[in-house]
């Protein structure tokens, strides 16, 4: 184990929360340790006491207590894999936009953002080497789609250009905008869905329930969340294409609110079942037809403003295939709706 140490936080550290920055800094701690070491007062920040979640600033002082020595390193195995050619090619294509500090992709559908259970080795961020660009380090998720959600998707080139982008996000500075079919037509054709979400099952689950606004409070783990809607055209009485625009920004919100109005995304096997009949209760999540099965769910545009140029950057992400051929096949324009119906009014 190492000695009684004090840091000072660096200019480019801070605004960061501080179990973050100390893991960053040291790899072999664990959360479990850092938020130990806080509770009994062995970590100081400026001489006073401090949690895990504080964030620091730069130029503070921080003291340290012995830390746990560095595991010691296995024996040589096969080094980290790159990406083969035809998916550096797929997800170089996938590049809307860069400049020096951040990089914009139309994810594709089916691409997990991230590994993890179930999700393979193949995600956006085991691609990220392929999307260096001449920099040294490759680039950090800012945040994140589901797997067979496609559009908008942020990357860094720099932890500190990261960290502001992801504050922008936590702030909500940022304007997202994505467009999906659903099944049948929402009425009132514009309004705001407030139903909370929680996790339903096991603690792992990767499934959310929702919860009425009233039973928020009194609903262990449940957490708010705010979904404005508009349709912008409809086919009929048998499908909607709207524009959802997430306040917040839970996990499955867009879906599960759907869902609940009884009008799930077209492709939603997890929230909308596979049906296609309307029993009274709700759609099913299929139209059958030549209408594709996959999930018709596309972060369609971004703004925000440059965290280091504070210029304004409005980005468009191209509709992916299926979702092109649903357009076309219900006779879809995307001319004849507004960029931003939220802004605009009703349509």
Request: some cysteine; aromatic content about 6%.
């Amino acid at each position: 184990m190492s000695g009684v140490q004090t840091l000072t936080v660096p200019p480019d550290d801070g605004d960061q929360r501080l179990d973050r920055w100390l893991k960053r800094c040291f790899p072999q701690l664990t959360q479990g340790w850092v938020e130990k070491a806080c509770r009994k007062g062995e970590i100081r920040l400026d001489g006073g006491r401090v949690k895990a979640s504080t964030r620091i600033a730069a130029g503070q002082t921080l003291r340290l207590p012995p830390l746990p020595a560095a595991p010691a390193k296995p024996a040589p195995g096969p080094a980290r894999t790159e990406p083969g050619d035809a998916d550096a090619a797929m997800i170089q294509a996938a590049v809307l936009w860069k400049d020096q500090h951040i990089i914009a992709l139309n994810k594709p559908p089916g691409l997990p953002s991230q590994g993890g259970s179930g999700q393979g080795a193949r995600h956006v961020d085991g691609l990220t080497p392929a999307l260096t660009f001449g920099y040294k380090e490759r680039p950090v998720l800012v945040h994140r789609l589901d797997r067979d959600t496609s559009g908008l998707m942020l990357l860094a080139r720099t932890p500190r250009v990261a960290r502001r982008l992801a504050e922008a996000f936590r702030a909500r500075e940022t304007r997202k905008l994505y467009w999906a079919v659903v099944a049948g037509v929402p009425g009132p054709r514009m309004g705001t869905i407030r139903y909370g979400l929680v996790k339903a099952g096991a603690p792992r689950a990767e499934k959310t329930r929702c919860i009425h606004p009233d039973a928020v409070a009194d609903t262990p783990g449940a957490k708010r969340a705010t979904t404005d809607y508009a349709v912008l055209q409809a086919l009929g009485k048998r499908a909607a294409w709207v524009a959802l625009a997430p306040i917040t920004g839970r996990t499955h919100q867009l879906r599960a609110h759907m869902a609940e109005l009884g009008h799930p995304i077209v492709g939603d096997g997890k929230y909308g079942g596979s049906g296609q009949d309307n029993p009274g209760d709700g759609w099913g999540a299929q139209l059958g037809g030549e209408i594709s099965r996959k999930l018709h769910l596309h972060a369609r545009s971004l703004r925000f403003t440059h965290p280091v140029t504070g210029a304004p950057v409005s980005l468009t992400a191209p509709l992916p295939p299926h979702m092109a051929r649903t357009w076309a096949t219900l006779g879809f324009r995307e001319d004849e709706v507004p960029e931003d119906p939220f802004a605009e009014g009703p349509p």
